[in-house]
């Protein structure tokens, strides 16, 4: 009898725990209260207990005061940072090792150089973009040109398509309905007729974009 009771009082607190720390994630329970459950739950929980309490070895940055496990981390945390091209001091939170202006310098200089002409001679109805990372028509590119806007220098870009993954539509299908190893929810005809879909919809519909092409530079 005090055995049922025990396993009883157990589902009970897992529902809590489950209410609790699921749907409100932001509820802290005390530290004795997590230890009670863990020592209670432990009999009826596969490979152990349920909750276990360890203790970890924490590091805090002596400036701003935030917390790491990793020792190194936390020295580095708030530790000057400089480009390593022209030696400027970066901000806090850059995750580059090189300042806007290197990166943007080593870009250029890695991409290939087309005169401005030339790349409207091919691409009359083209698309460019900016140094912003704006992409834009070359028409517009040419008004805000004629307008007096300066551009010594420009990207191309590269046409992309919008298509169906089908390989990502399968894949979700079968992670929704929780199918197991042994079992298989959609037969091979399913998956090919979806294949199928697919394929003739993004032969069909062409629908273009654009994207960013860092190895051409044109120089306007």
């Given at each position: 009898?005090?055995?049922?009771?025990?396993?009883?009082?157990a589902s009970?607190l897992?529902?809590?725990?489950?209410?609790?720390?699921?749907?409100?994630?932001?509820?802290?329970?005390?530290?004795?209260?997590?230890?009670?459950?863990?020592?209670?739950?432990?009999?009826?929980?596969?490979?152990?207990?349920?909750?276990?309490?360890?203790?970890?070895?924490?590091?805090?940055?002596?400036?701003?005061?935030?917390?790491?496990?990793?020792?190194?981390?936390?020295?580095?945390c708030?530790?000057?940072?400089?480009?390593?091209?022209c030696?400027?001091?970066?901000?806090?939170?850059?995750?580059?090792?090189?300042?806007?202006?290197?990166?943007?310098?080593?870009?250029?200089?890695?991409?290939?150089?087309?005169?401005?002409?030339?790349?409207?001679?091919?691409?009359?109805?083209?698309?460019?973009?900016?140094?912003?990372?704006?992409?834009?028509?070359?028409?517009?590119?040419?008004?805000?040109?004629?307008d007096g806007?300066?551009?010594?220098?420009?990207?191309?870009?590269?046409?992309?398509?919008?298509?169906?993954?089908?390989?990502?539509?399968?894949?979700q299908?079968?992670?929704e309905?929780?199918?197991?190893?042994?079992?298989?929810i959609?037969?091979n005809?399913?998956?090919?007729?979806?294949?199928?879909?697919?394929?003739?919809?993004?032969?069909?519909?062409?629908?273009?974009?654009?994207?960013e092409?860092?190895?051409?530079?044109i120089?306007?």
């Amino acid at each position: 009898m005090e055995q049922i009771e025990k396993e009883k009082e157990a589902s009970r607190l897992i529902k809590l725990i489950r209410g609790k720390f699921g749907e409100y994630g932001d509820v802290e329970m005390p530290l004795n209260q997590i230890k009670i459950i863990s020592d209670m739950l432990e009999p009826y929980c596969y490979g152990g207990g349920l909750i276990k309490m360890i203790e970890i070895t924490c590091y805090k940055c002596e400036k701003c005061s935030k917390i790491y496990t990793d020792k190194e981390f936390a020295k580095k945390c708030c530790t000057p940072k400089y480009c390593e091209y022209c030696k400027c001091e970066l901000p806090h939170k850059y995750y580059y090792t090189a300042c806007d202006s290197c990166r943007e310098k080593c870009k250029y200089e890695r991409a290939e150089k087309i005169d401005f002409k030339d790349y409207i001679k091919n691409n009359p109805n083209g698309w460019i973009t900016t140094k912003c990372g704006h992409i834009i028509s070359v028409d517009e590119l040419i008004d805000r040109i004629e307008d007096g806007e300066a551009f010594d220098y420009v990207y191309g870009t590269n046409v992309q398509y919008i298509e169906i993954n089908y390989d990502q539509i399968i894949t979700q299908l079968q992670e929704e309905v929780m199918f197991e190893d042994d079992f298989e929810i959609f037969s091979n005809e399913q998956l090919n007729e979806i294949c199928e879909f697919a394929s003739n919809w993004n032969a069909k519909n062409r629908f273009k974009y654009y994207e960013e092409d860092r190895k051409v530079a044109i120089i306007i």
